[in-house]
């Protein structure tokens, strides 16, 4: 426990980490003496767990409504540069599950059929199949070739022929295209002077709280962002409803 309090100093001293990454960092050393234990590798009496609480806060989540939504979407990127295509990305996961952008990234012509797409979660690892909508399939048709290869990607922003299982390649990949994305974004929302913060992971918010004021149940929402426990899901829940009692207050006038 003493090791752990050390080095929560350290990643926010040195690092400058905020809570949420140094308790992403403890959850993973966690996890190592969980196995550790399951293995027989370390007595449960030795787990620092026992005696280190994992910090936490509470964050406010940003998203965009309908309004805003088709604002962003209407922003007039010039036609085929990578303003557009993160522009287009970003619109197409806030219709489409709220897909991160790690998947989104790596979404291949042969993830997609007439209808939906169908994919492994790079995250949980679970397979999930999303029917596309039309503005969302309108989105993709403006990116699909006069003839398409199965194994080159919907969204061109990796060279085609990565080798996915090197898993170092891809995490740098990733890291640097999110960047990019998100540099973009932001000029993007500053154009259209949203007054929000926007990252591409805005668009998975913005998908959950569309998803319930449309009237898709929890169970079902919870499978389409593919998230393992239902907890994570019922956060959006809280945020809908935290709306409509502020709208409820305009009786009291």
């Avoid at 926010?12 to 992403?24: A, I």
């Avoid at 962003?72 to 952008?101: I, K, W």
């Avoid at 090197?166 to 994305?181: F, K, P, V």
């Amino acid at each position: 426990p003493e090791f752990l309090d050390k080095y929560d100093t350290y990643c926010r001293s040195e690092w400058k980490n905020k809570t949420k990454t140094v308790h992403m960092n403890m959850k993973f050393i966690r996890k190592v003496f969980n196995d550790a234990i399951s293995m027989d590798k370390v007595e449960v009496k030795d787990n620092p767990f026992l005696k280190y609480k994992l910090k936490t806060e509470k964050t406010q989540r940003t998203f965009l409504n309908e309004d805003e939504l088709t604002a962003f979407a209407n922003f007039g990127c010039t036609p085929g540069t990578r303003m557009e295509l993160h522009q287009d990305m970003f619109v197409f996961a806030s219709y489409t599950g709220g897909l991160r952008v790690s998947d989104i990234l790596q979404l291949k012509w042969k993830n997609l059929d007439k209808t939906n797409i169908n994919f492994t979660i790079r995250k949980t690892g679970s397979q999930i199949s999303i029917r596309v909508p039309d503005k969302a399939m309108a989105i993709i048709k403006k990116y699909k070739p006069a003839k398409t290869n199965p194994e080159h990607y919907i969204f061109p922003m990796f060279k085609n022929g990565l080798d996915e299982n090197d898993l170092r390649l891809m995490d740098r990949e990733i890291s640097g295209a999110t960047a990019y994305i998100n540099k973009n974004l932001k000029t993007i929302a500053e154009g259209v002077e949203l007054g929000k913060h926007v990252s591409f992971h805005i668009s998975r918010h913005t998908f959950a709280t569309r998803a319930l004021r449309k009237g898709i149940s929890i169970d079902k929402l919870s499978k389409l962002m593919g998230h393992s426990a239902i907890r994570e899901t019922q956060v959006y829940a809280k945020i809908v409803n935290e709306e409509l009692d502020k709208a409820m207050e305009a009786f009291n006038d």
